[in-house]
């Protein structure tokens, strides 16, 4: 089979809601990590086939295709299409899935995948609420199909998270005590430097600004239970990702594309799947999807060098973990959502981008991705570095 390769990755910083980014208009966001990536590669941009971006709540700044919008807005030829996919949080790693399938097919060579994602502009399920003018207060209830199949039950993530904190048995302290972790993570690799190759500055936006260094487990116990959910729950702020502002960009390419250009290759894409599960349930969908990919490539849990798994909440990752016996240590190493922000249509194309970065410093050999996904939905990719 043909060969797909990941020659060069980079992304914006990741800015809180409100933040340095949030107000650069949505194609300005995703022109820069197209721009840094075309400039870093050194490849012609005439070569390239086609830009395929992950993006969700596609209104206003996000709608009309805004892999196309992009890709104009950098000043980039305009015989390259784009296409915008919506995964819901799996989108640009999505985007990658489909540049690598594009690239071992043999329909083409060259390929940008990533994502975009502005968050204080477009709230989060904005796209839904919209629809609230139109008589669908939420893309479920008036189906009959959906109906008669899964009832009334509520559809939420955070409902989700609930659930899936009390049937693995997840205490609040747990998950607090995974938050903290994932922020002391985050903050020690931003103080060590590590996403300082990854990373393509923008106006005053030269870091991440989610990681709090200041949290402690006593301001997280004083958190009141989100809204949405029961008095009695257990699912708060401090043990959720954080809405925030980013995009991210990866060049894919052929082998043939490889040598033409004289570049060299920084991984190789060594598996691709997605798989689906209870959407009710909506989050656990990763466990059986780490599984099937595990299967399929013939490897173990153990031989995966870093794992990046979204940290939508903190119940999602102690649950596969409990299901996978995967090495915690091995686990989102430089932090995960909950401290570094989850700019939904941007953070796969970002965790990809930060697991090659990790796999080069720390001279692995296999990384996996798996993310969480609306609709019960997750994605998996094993890449193995050069």
């Known amino acids: 089979m043909a060969e797909a390769y990941l020659v060069e990755a980079v992304r914006s910083p990741v800015t809180r809601r409100g933040g340095a980014l949030a107000r650069v208009h949505s194609a ?26 992950g993006c969700t ?14 890709w104009l807005a950098a000043g980039l030829p305009d015989h390259v299409p784009g296409v915008t996919v919506d995964r819901q949080c799996g989108s640009s790693q999505q985007a990658v899935h489909f540049a690598a399938q594009a690239v071992m097919s043999g329909t083409a060579d060259v390929i940008v995948a990533g994502g975009v994602q502005n968050m204080s502009a477009i709230p989060i399920s904005a796209a839904m609420t919209v629809g609230a003018q139109f008589g669908f207060p939420d893309p479920f209830s008036g189906s009959a199909g959906w109906r008669k199949r899964y009832g009334d039950v509520p559809v939420t993530q955070f409902r989700s998270a609930e659930m899936i904190a009390r049937e693995w048995g997840c205490t609040r302290l747990d998950m607090e005590e995974f938050a903290l972790r994932s922020h002391q993570r ?47 729950g257990l699912i708060t702020a401090a043990v959720s990702s954080q ?6 960009a990866l060049l894919v390419m052929s082998e043939r594309a490889v040598r033409d250009h004289g570049v060299t290759p920084r991984a190789r894409v060594h598996h691709i799947s997605v798989r689906g599960a209870d959407p009710v349930w909506m989050l656990t969908a990763p466990i059986p999807a780490t599984a099937h990919a595990l299967a399929k490539t013939g490897l173990t849990i153990d031989d995966i060098d870093l794992i990046e798994i979204n940290e939508a909440f903190a119940s999602v990752v102690l649950a596969w973990l409990s299901e996978t016996g995967a090495d915690p240590g091995r686990v989102n190493v430089t932090g995960g959502a909950i ?42 990719t094993i890449i193995e570095r050069l």
């Open 57 to 70: 709540e596609t209104i206003g700044s996000q709608a009309g295709d805004i892999a196309r919008t992009c």
């Open 339 to 380: 401290a570094l922000g989850h700019p939904i249509g941007a953070t796969g194309a970002r965790l990809m981008t930060t697991l090659l970065h990790n796999l080069e410093r720390t001279d692995g050999r296999y990384g996996l991705q798996v993310m969480c996904e609306g609709g019960g939905q997750a994605n998996v």
């Open 243 to 248: 809405i925030c502002d980013a995009s991210a």
């Open 186 to 232: 985050a903050v020690a690799a931003i103080d060590a430097g590590h996403f300082e190759r990854e990373i393509v500055p923008l106006g005053d936006a030269t870091a991440d600004t989610c990681p709090r260094r200041d949290t402690t487990l006593e301001k997280m116990a004083a958190l009141p239970v989100l809204p949405a959910l029961e008095p009695d």
């Open 28 to 53: 300005d966001l995703g022109a820069h990590a197209i721009s840094a990536l075309m400039e870093r590669s050194g490849i012609d941009p005439a070569a390239v086939d086609d830009v395929i971006l």
